[in-house]
């Protein structure tokens, strides 16, 4: 079964007239006020997937400011899924500094999201105020068994929308706050795996963390994937398209000339998924 651990959906009043939605929301400018800047809703996602062979995968919409946003995306996250539950897995997506940020997690997840995510913060990164607003996130997600993607970059190389001033060692004391959750970050992790070769601490830490390989043919040589499995194994790895800026067939068909396993691919395409979602038995 393949997973796509990482997608974006949005309603349509919001796919038809972004720019209303810009006011008070500069970071879903920065991202979406190119109309090259695709917006999918989930019979595209379903069409996509049927296209690019997936089987589920992972929708969420926008850690937007206003709590009228945000709770219109999820209602739309819980829609979809209500029309596609075989193939679609929301989690909930919001701004953890907003007041309202706790009671939402909690609606969404008694309504059936499996997860909150991708939380970002692009321009602050994860100082320490950041972290004191993820932990009631973070103790809802715990008491639920749900995971928590997040969104991180690296901290070095061109500049791009989306690339927040966050640094490993933020990245590091962040996770670290929070050693029992499953934490999903997005992009590779910023890089922050290759630590894991260092023989003191480092691994206990990341003990429950994952990385995504959102935007990869993006920002990476293929040759990531092989160097990854060697450093923190297969089964920390989830294979996420970040669709639909990018197709998942361009990551399957970066992922053919790799010297991978077929139980390596199984992992990273959506065994480790399905364990993180309790979807285990349909493997």
Not at 25 to 35: A, I, N, Q, T
Not at 232 to 248: N, R, T, Y
Request: proline share 7%.
């Amino acid at each position: 079964m393949i997973i796509d651990f990482h997608t974006h959906i949005f309603p349509k009043e919001i796919r038809t007239q972004r720019g209303a939605y810009f006011d008070g929301e500069p970071e879903f400018k920065l991202l979406y006020d190119s109309p090259k800047s695709s917006l999918v809703g989930a019979d595209e996602i379903i069409a996509a997937m049927d296209q690019n062979g997936v089987d589920k995968s992972v929708v969420f919409g926008f850690p937007w400011h206003q709590s009228k946003h945000f709770i219109r995306h999820n209602n739309y996250i819980l829609e979809a899924i209500s029309r596609y539950p075989d193939r679609l897995i929301g989690f909930c997506c919001l701004d953890p500094f907003h007041q309202g940020a706790s009671a939402e997690a909690a609606r969404c997840l008694a309504a059936g999201l499996s997860g909150i995510g991708e939380l970002a913060f692009y321009q602050t990164g994860f100082d320490p105020e950041t972290v004191s607003r993820l932990a009631p996130l973070m103790a809802l997600s715990l008491e639920n068994n749900t995971p928590v993607l997040i969104h991180t970059n690296e901290p070095v190389g061109h500049m791009y929308p989306g690339k927040a001033p966050v640094q490993l060692s933020q990245i590091y004391q962040m996770v670290k706050a929070f050693p029992q959750n499953p934490i999903v970050l997005a992009h590779w992790g910023g890089g922050i795996f290759f630590y894991q070769l260092m023989k003191k601490e480092v691994k206990d830490v990341l003990a429950n963390v994952y990385v995504d390989t959102a935007a990869s043919p993006f920002l990476y040589d293929p040759a990531v994937f092989e160097i990854a499995v060697r450093i923190i194994g297969a089964g920390k790895i989830l294979f996420g398209s970040d669709f639909p800026l990018l197709p998942p067939a361009r990551y399957f068909k970066a992922l053919d000339p790799l010297e991978l396993t077929s139980a390596d691919r199984k992992k990273i395409c959506g065994a480790t998924a399905a364990m993180l979602l309790g979807l285990k038995e349909e493997v």
